[in-house]
């Protein structure tokens, strides 16, 4: 997968499309997913320009790493998730439906999620 720098949340990294923010630091955006899959759904990202986790696990440094990670806990925390609970997912690639090709983790939670489920 290469990455295209003009994928949606590129676009909205450098401010050519809104998004509702919820927390940034240096390395890390997060906002409000535009399709709602929870009553929680946050979208984390990273500043910088990875395709997917497998991308940004390789190449990412421990600073934005460390940085990204710290931003998904702090997403938690501030959408009040810590004690009630919530799912983090990375998709990756065609056979989980990675639709926007910028590494991004989506945080889910504000009511029961259920069991994890996947397509047969
Ligand atoms: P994926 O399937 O790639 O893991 O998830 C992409 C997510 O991005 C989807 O949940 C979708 O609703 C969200 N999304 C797509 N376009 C936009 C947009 O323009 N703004 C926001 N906030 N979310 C988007």
């Known amino acids: 997968m290469t990455y295209d720098s003009d994928n949606i949340f590129a676009r909205i990294l450098r401010g050519e499309i809104p998004c509702t923010r919820v927390y940034e630091n ?14 929680v759904h946050v979208l984390v990202i990273p ?13 990412a440094s421990d600073a934005e790493i460390a940085g990204f990670t710290r931003a998904v806990g702090e997403v938690a925390k501030i959408r009040g998730l810590d004690e009630t609970g919530y799912r983090t997912v990375a998709n990756h690639g065609a056979d989980a439906r990675q639709d926007v090709l910028h590494y991004h983790v989506h945080v889910l939670g504000g009511h029961n999620l259920g069991v994890m489920i996947t397509a047969r």
């Open 47 to 59: 500043k910088a320009a990875y395709v997917s986790h497998a991308d940004f696990a390789a190449r």
């Open 26 to 39: 240096e390395y890390a955006l997060a906002f409000e997913d535009i399709n709602p899959l929870a009553p």
